[in-house]
């Protein structure tokens, strides 16, 4: 409780230190708003309900799914300058491997930024996905596997 | 001089990618085609964008602050875009298909 | 070649206005509902874009804030219309 109420402190007095730039006359409503931050962020956000998260899972994540995300814009606009539009798109479904919840949601959120994928309905164990091009391999255990670092879940 | 150099790279790589999302979405044949579009090429751009004028700011913090958009746009095209394609979905709009030749 | 990044970031913030303007044509033509929503992907991309590139080339440091303020919000406003579908269980009728 103790921990993580200052390690969540800590990233919100970042926060407030980077929008601020730094300017430390207005410290008293500093203070109101991080603490306030920090308590909205424990009651909305327990550590209880959080599941453990990898620091560096996280940042291994980070710079591929970055990677991954510029692949994506790129891909996505070439298609849009061809004279010819070289779309097969098709709807797949999609069985989900990472558990309910933040995992879950992560996947979701990430998949629809990478390359030639986005989620269109989540239901049950699956996802519906519509991609640009069918022929094009899914990166989807990829994926899968990348979240389950961040969340500490070593395979 | 270096930093300029980048900088402009950086600001016609952005516009590029904007142009590139804007001529996506009046192109693609359906809603769920114009999504990739838009969620990918426009936050492509937007992150040169901010990168290149991250890179002309005064202080750290400021620098910061600008890249600090990025994630933020991330999450709102993530959720939006998802928004978006279930409820096209649920209105029961068809995925576009290509004509066989 | 002759210019500022300050000029140059006036320049790209207008093709940016320009591209939104055709965008948001499109958005308002459809033809189906869901398409006149993707004028919401728009601000947040776009406009973002718009507002730093202005703060840089008008020297107004002030328009940055407005930038972090207009992509936290739309962050904020596109969880919340995504956040029943993501972590709800049961998919109610939202008809509205």
Redesign the interface.
């Known amino acids: 409780m103790i921990v993580s109420f200052l390690r969540r402190g800590t990233l919100f007095a970042l926060?407030w230190?980077?929008?601020?730039?730094?300017n430390p006359a207005a410290w008293p409503l500093a203070v109101a708003g991080i603490a306030g931050a920090t308590v909205a962020s424990l009651w909305l956000l327990p550590a209880k309900v959080l599941p453990p998260i990898s620091p560096a899972g996280l940042a291994r994540f980070l710079i591929w799914f970055i990677r991954q995300?510029?692949a994506?814009?790129?891909?996505?606009?070439?298609?849009?300058?061809q004279p010819r539009?070289a779309?097969?798109?098709?709807?797949i479904e999609l069985p989900l491997t990472v558990p309910p919840?933040l995992p879950?949601?992560l996947f979701?959120?990430?998949l629809?930024?990478m390359?030639?994928t986005?989620?269109?309905?989540?239901?049950g164990d699956t996802l519906?996905v519509?991609v640009?091009d069918r022929q094009q391999p899914l990166q989807a255990e990829e994926l899968a596997e990348r979240v389950a670092g961040v969340f500490g879940g070593a395979r | 001089m270096l930093l300029d150099a980048l900088t402009t790279l950086l600001l016609l790589a952005g516009a590029?990618?904007f142009f590139?999302?804007t001529?996506?979405l009046l192109?693609?044949?359906?809603v769920?085609?114009r999504?990739?579009?838009l969620?990918?090429?426009d936050?492509?751009?937007l992150g040169c964008v901010l990168a290149g004028l991250a890179l002309q700011a005064d202080?750290l913090?400021?620098a910061?602050?600008l890249l600090?958009i990025w994630p933020l746009a991330?999450?709102a095209?993530?959720?939006v875009?998802?928004s978006i394609?279930?409820r096209?979905?649920r209105l029961g709009v068809v995925?576009?298909?290509?004509q066989d030749q | 070649m002759n210019f500022t990044s300050a000029e140059l970031a006036l320049a790209v913030a207008l093709f940016l206005l320009v591209n939104l303007g055709a965008a948001l044509w499109r958005a308002a033509r459809g033809p189906t509902p869901a398409d006149r929503m993707l004028a919401a992907l728009l601000f947040g991309s776009t406009g973002t874009g718009i507002l730093v590139l202005l703060a840089f080339a008008g020297g107004s440091p002030a328009l940055v804030?407005v930038a972090?303020t207009l992509a936290l919000l739309a962050a904020i406003s596109g969880i919340a219309f995504a956040q029943r579908?993501?972590?709800g269980k049961v998919?109610e009728d939202d008809a509205a």
């Open positions: 926060l230190l980077i929008a601020s730039e730094g995300s510029l994506g814009g790129v891909q996505v606009a070439l298609l849009a300058v539009l779309l097969r798109p098709a709807l919840g879950r949601l979701t959120a990430a629809s930024l390359p030639g986005l989620g269109v309905r989540l239901q519906l519509h640009l | 590029v990618f590139a999302g001529l996506g192109r693609f044949p359906d769920y085609t999504l990739h579009a969620a990918k090429a936050n492509l751009g202080s913090a400021v910061l602050k600090a991330l999450i095209s993530a959720a875009g998802y394609a279930r096209a979905e995925p576009w298909q290509e | 804030d972090l579908a993501w972590l998919e």
